[in-house]
């Protein structure tokens, strides 16, 4: 079989294949204006924000954020989609989405698409949203310690089957418990308490580049040990850099590259803890496929953030399938507002299908024809059944 067609077979059975979002920032309807959805939103993505402030060199981020959010959206429509080409990633995403709902996005106006998404409403825009991206299931990410998400935790909370719950740590090892207490017991008790009423399907914190095990008595001591006791993954995402630019608030966090060896310690001294990571420098990624080697409790996933645009996805999945076969975890959205899940899936489908017909390429080249069975197989690994199963949630 010709090279074109293995590829061509590949992203037709992927097509096929309902996705599992490992990490995301939706939410589920119950959570109210939580739930971001609509061109405005879509619009003001704070990836989005950073490419409009470059080109609008003449105007600051305290002025940007003292605009309404329409006005933010107006302003970003007219500067990155009528007067420029939209190349990039977030760019071209956005026209991805509009596409897909049907428009002409180099016809439609702002306008109409306010229009369109106002004769709609959350419920039947996640039902559809869902529908077009293929997406079976989300994560999202749960924070008790925010009080607009911890008052519908205390009285409203609505579980909905598109939706798993992951308890979010940032917040908590930094300020401890409601009364602040943030001795190890004090976190595990805390921690024990939001286990029990959300029922996560993971535990997960970011950490910057310069992060320590050394120094992490809170992660050695309450999360790891907890996270044992309830049999739940610890989720790690390494290599942020908070507020590097704090006028971009949102948009203003920066990337670097993180001591891995930190990661072999605690998996030296933990082998019995599921750990899933994902790292924020393109550099780490490889370290960590190499890691992944040597300790099976580790699960790298995604391509996160500043390396989820697709000559890194793809550059990041071809070492991944080359050192760790189909044992991973390729993508994860990350998605903040509904309509991501429509570009952020079609975009990286087509990349982890394309590469993973490279491998089959090798294998005919090696006389190895693989079958549709195989492939359909090979995908349900990598898109969902390797998440579920780490999760202990298939
Ligand atoms: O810490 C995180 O979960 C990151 O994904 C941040 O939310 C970041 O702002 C983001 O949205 N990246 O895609
Ligand atoms: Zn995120």
């Given at each position: 079989?010709?090279?074109?067609?293995?590829?061509?077979?590949?992203?037709s059975?992927?097509?096929?294949?309902?996705?599992?979002?490992?990490?995301?920032?939706?939410?589920?309807?119950?959570f109210g204006s939580?739930?971001?959805?609509?061109?405005?939103?879509?619009?003001?993505?704070?990836?989005?924000?950073?490419?409009?402030?470059?080109?609008?060199r003449?105007?600051?981020?305290?002025?940007?954020?003292?605009?309404?959010?329409?006005?933010?959206?107006?302003?970003?429509?007219?500067?990155?989609?009528?007067?420029?080409?939209?190349?990039?990633e977030?760019?071209?995403?956005?026209i991805?989405?509009?596409?897909?709902?049907?428009?002409?996005?180099?016809?439609?106006?702002?306008?109409?698409?306010?229009?369109?998404?106002?004769?709609?409403?959350?419920?039947?825009?996640?039902?559809?949203?869902?529908?077009?991206?293929?997406?079976?299931?989300?994560?999202m990410t749960?924070?008790?310690?925010?009080?607009?998400?911890?008052?519908?935790?205390?009285?409203?909370y609505?579980?909905?089957?598109?939706?798993?719950?992951a308890?979010?740590l940032?917040?908590?090892?930094?300020?401890?418990?409601?009364?602040?207490?943030?001795?190890?017991?004090?976190?595990?008790t805390?921690?024990?308490?939001?286990?029990?009423?959300?029922?996560?399907?993971?535990?997960?914190?970011?950490?910057?580049?310069?992060?320590?095990?050394?120094?992490?008595?809170?992660?050695?001591?309450a999360?790891?040990?907890v996270?044992?006791?309830?049999?739940?993954p610890?989720?790690?995402?390494i290599?942020?850099?908070?507020?590097?630019?704090?006028?971009l608030?949102?948009?203003?966090?920066?990337?670097?590259?993180?001591?891995?060896?930190q990661?072999?310690?605690?998996?030296?001294e933990?082998?019995?803890?599921?750990?899933?990571?994902?790292?924020?420098?393109?550099?780490?990624?490889?370290?960590?496929?190499?890691?992944?080697?040597?300790?099976?409790?580790l699960?790298?996933?995604?391509?996160?953030?500043f390396?989820?645009?697709?000559?890194?996805?793809?550059?990041?999945?071809?070492?991944?399938?080359?050192?760790?076969?189909?044992?991973?975890?390729?993508?994860?959205?990350?998605?903040?507002?509904?309509?991501?899940?429509?570009?952020?899936?079609?975009?990286?489908?087509?990349?982890?299908?394309?590469?993973?017909?490279?491998?089959?390429?090798?294998?005919?080249?090696?006389?190895?024809?693989?079958?549709?069975?195989?492939?359909?197989?090979?995908?349900?690994?990598?898109?969902?059944?390797?998440?579920?199963?780490?999760?202990?949630?298939?």
């Amino acid at each position: 079989m010709s090279a074109v067609s293995l590829r061509d077979r590949t992203y037709s059975i992927a097509l096929e294949i309902p996705i599992f979002d490992l990490h995301t920032h939706l939410v589920a309807p119950c959570f109210g204006s939580l739930n971001l959805w609509g061109i405005d939103e879509i619009l003001t993505y704070h990836y989005l924000i950073a490419e409009f402030l470059r080109a609008r060199r003449d105007i600051s981020g305290e002025e940007f954020y003292r605009w309404t959010k329409p006005q933010q959206a107006e302003a970003i429509w007219e500067t990155l989609f009528v007067q420029q080409t939209p190349v990039s990633e977030a760019q071209t995403g956005v026209i991805t989405i509009i596409s897909r709902l049907g428009f002409d996005p180099q016809k439609v106006t702002l306008e109409e698409l306010r229009q369109a998404f106002g004769a709609t409403n959350s419920e039947a825009q996640i039902s559809k949203v869902f529908d077009l991206a293929g997406v079976s299931k989300v994560v999202m990410t749960n924070d008790p310690k925010d009080p607009v998400e911890r008052a519908i935790w205390d009285g409203g909370y609505v579980a909905d089957s598109h939706f798993l719950t992951a308890l979010r740590l940032d917040q908590i090892l930094a300020t401890g418990d409601d009364k602040g207490d943030s001795s190890v017991d004090a976190v595990r008790t805390y921690l024990r308490v939001w286990i029990g009423k959300m029922s996560p399907a993971y535990v997960a914190i970011s950490l910057p580049e310069t992060w320590r095990f050394a120094d992490a008595t809170l992660i050695r001591e309450a999360v790891l040990p907890v996270c044992k006791e309830y049999n739940l993954p610890f989720a790690m995402m390494i290599g942020v850099r908070r507020g590097v630019n704090p006028a971009l608030r949102g948009a203003g966090d920066g990337s670097g590259i993180a001591d891995l060896t930190q990661l072999e310690l605690l998996l030296q001294e933990h082998p019995e803890n599921k750990i899933l990571v994902t790292t924020l420098a393109k550099e780490n990624a490889h370290t960590l496929a190499v890691m992944a080697r040597k300790f099976a409790n580790l699960m790298p996933f995604g391509c996160w953030w500043f390396v989820n645009n697709p000559s890194i996805i793809a550059e990041i999945t071809d070492f991944r399938l080359e050192m760790l076969g189909t044992s991973f975890i390729p993508q994860h959205s990350d998605s903040r507002v509904l309509e991501h899940l429509i570009y952020k899936w079609d975009h990286s489908r087509r990349i982890i299908a394309k590469r993973l017909a490279k491998r089959y390429e090798a294998l005919a080249q090696s006389g190895y024809a693989v079958t549709d069975d195989q492939i359909r197989a090979d995908l349900s690994r990598l898109l969902h059944k390797n998440a579920e199963e780490f999760l202990g949630v298939a």
